[in-house]
C-alpha cells in the first residue's frame, strides 16, 4: 500500500484529490495539511510514501515545503498545481520535488504519477516537459561549473545519468542498458548519493548542465 499525504490549501480541492486517490486500491491518503508548515510536520509524523504538494500556499509554501521534507528523507513529493509557471516548475525541481504535474491532469495520470513516484521514478507533466528540457539542453552549470562530483561516477553510472538526463524511467532504463530494473535502482541510488542529490529529477538537471543526456 502506497500511503499519500495530500497538502494544498482549498478543502475542497484536497477532497477531490481524495476521492480519486482513495478509488485505487494500491493508495491510501493517511494526511492532509492546510499550508506548507503543517505538511513538514505531518510528513514527519506519518511517514508517507508520496507527499501531493501544491505550490501556493499561505505561510510555508509549496517549494520551501518541498525543500525541508526531501531534505529531512519525509517522503517523495509530487508537486500538482495549477501553475506551469517556469519558476514553480524550476524551484520544485531544484527543490527536490520528484515530479512535477498540472491540476488539470486526467484522474488517471495522477494515480499513474503517485505510483511512478513512490516506485522512485521522476514525473513531468507534458505541458512543461520541452521548456525544461529546451532549459536545460547544453545549459552550462552556474559560474560555469560543473559539477565536481562527476568525477566519482563509474562509466556505468555516467551512463545512468545520461539517461535521467533524457527523462528515462526505470524500465525503460533497464531496457536500453540490458540490466535489471532492481540493478537500475541500485544504480540510480549510487549516483544521487554521489552527486549529493535529492531526486533524480535533480540529477537528471545535473547531467543537461553537465552536458550528458
Known amino acids: 500500500m502506497i500511503k499519500v499525504l495530500l497538502a494544498d490549501d ?14 485505487d486500491p494500491q493508495l491510501e491518503v493517511v494526511g492532509e495539511a492546510a499550508d506548507g508548515a503543517v505538511a513538514v ?22 517549494i520551501e515545503a518541498t525543500r525541508q521534507i526531501v531534505a ?18 524550476f524551484g520544485a525541481l531544484r527543490a527536490g520535488a520528484a515530479g512535477f504535474l498540472l491540476k488539470s491532469a486526467e484522474p488517471a495520470d ?5 505510483v511512478r513516484v513512490a516506485s522512485g521514478d521522476g514525473v513531468l507533466a507534458p505541458e512543461v516537459t520541452a521548456r525544461v528540457l529546451a532549459t536545460f539542453v547544453g545549459t552550462p552549470a552556474p559560474g ?20 535521467l538526463g533524457r527523462g528515462r524511467s526505470n524500465a525503460e532504463l533497464a531496457a536500453e ?26 540529477a537528471a538537471i545535473v547531467a543537461r548542465e553537465s552536458g550528458l543526456g
Open 10 to 23: 482549498h478543502g475542497a480541492i484536497r477532497a477531490g484529490l481524495r476521492l480519486v486517490l482513495s478509488a
Open 41 to 62: 510536520r505531518q510528513a514527519r509524523a506519518l511517514r508517507p510514501d508520496v507527499v501531493v504538494m501544491d505550490v501556493r500556499m499561505p505561510g510555508t509554501d509549496g
Open 72 to 89: 529531512a528523507g519525509s517522503a517523495a513529493v509530487l508537486v500538482l498545481t495549477t501553475f506551469d509557471i517556469d519558476e514553480y516548475v
Open 110 to 114: 495522477l494515480v499513474d504519477a503517485v
Open 144 to 163: 560555469g561549473r560543473t559539477n565536481p562530483r562527476l568525477d566519482d561516477l563509474t562509466d556505468r553510472e555516467r551512463e545512468v545519468l545520461a539517461a
Open 177 to 202: 542498458l540490458v540490466i535489471s530494473e532492481a540493478t537500475v535502482k541500485t544504480h540510480v541510488s549510487r549516483v544521487l548519493a554521489k552527486l549529493g542529490c535529492s531526486s533524480r529529477m535533480q
